[in-house]
């Protein structure tokens, strides 16, 4: 059975912390991805990756950055969290002989004080 | 720019009717895919129902179809016969250009309430 996991359901952090989030597959998996989920904007993509050690920006990547070192693993990184950060989390990962479908973790809610 | 809008922040039916959600897109490539997501209050996003753009069939996935209108850049998901566990987010997506990064871009989300 298919399945993503993410490293925490809940999570809450102080202005200025470096939080990370981490996200795993099992599925061997090219691409993965990072997504925060506010309401009314749906979700936005942070970073994806489509390789070990290979990422690409999104369309909001500023105050975060990402580390794929293993296949099945990709981790987001918050430098200094603040409070606009404060958000749902959501991972996910797709191959192409998947039909472009993707899994998703059951998200971490990541609140900033 | 490619987007995907859902113009139905919340919608609600009552049990065993039918109801549709709705989805446009803008771009202005010729082959692509159109996804619906289901995001229960349990929040593990789910695949219902996906389709491809050069297929001129609607795709349909027991109670679940959708209304492909490529000309209009619509894609519309009908939920028939509801039951209460189709109460959920729904998402609409698109998949971003011909290439293998799987790269999706999702609607705002439309809130199903199921009324028993």
């Known amino acids: 059975d298919v399945k993503v996991t993410q490293s925490s359901r809940y999570l809450v952090k102080r202005t200025g912390e470096k939080v990370f989030l981490e996200c795993v597959q099992d599925?061997?998996?090219?691409?993965m991805f990072w997504y925060r989920q506010d309401p009314g904007l749906g979700l936005r993509l942070i970073y994806f990756s489509y390789d070990v050690k290979m990422k690409e920006k999104g369309d909001i990547p500023e105050g975060y950055s990402v580390s794929r070192e293993k296949k099945e693993r990709f981790s987001l990184i918050l430098e200094s969290a603040s409070t606009n950060q404060t958000s749902m989390y959501l991972c996910?990962?797709?191959?192409?002989?998947?039909?472009?479908?993707?899994?998703f973790g059951p998200g971490t809610r990541l609140t900033v004080t | 720019a490619q987007t995907v809008t859902q113009s139905q922040p919340e919608m609600s039916v009552q049990e065993a009717e039918t109801v549709t959600l709705s989805c446009t897109y803008d771009?202005?490539?010729?082959?692509?895919?159109l996804f619906w997501y289901k995001q229960p209050p349990s929040r593990q996003m789910i695949l219902v129902i996906r389709q491809e753009a050069y297929k001129q069939q609607n795709a349909t996935e027991n109670r679940f179809s959708v209304n492909f209108q490529k000309a209009a850049k619509s894609f519309s998901l009908k939920i028939s016969d509801s039951q209460l566990g189709d109460a959920a987010m729904y998402f609409c997506?698109?998949?971003?250009?011909?290439?293998?990064?799987?790269?999706?871009?999702f609607g705002q989300g439309t809130t199903l309430q199921v009324k028993p």
């Open positions: 997506a698109y998949k971003v250009g011909s290439g293998n990064t799987g790269k999706l871009i």
């Open positions: 771009t202005s490539e010729s082959d692509y895919y």
């Open positions: 599925m061997d998996h090219e691409n």
């Open positions: 996910a990962s797709t191959d192409p002989g998947s039909h472009h479908e993707q899994y």
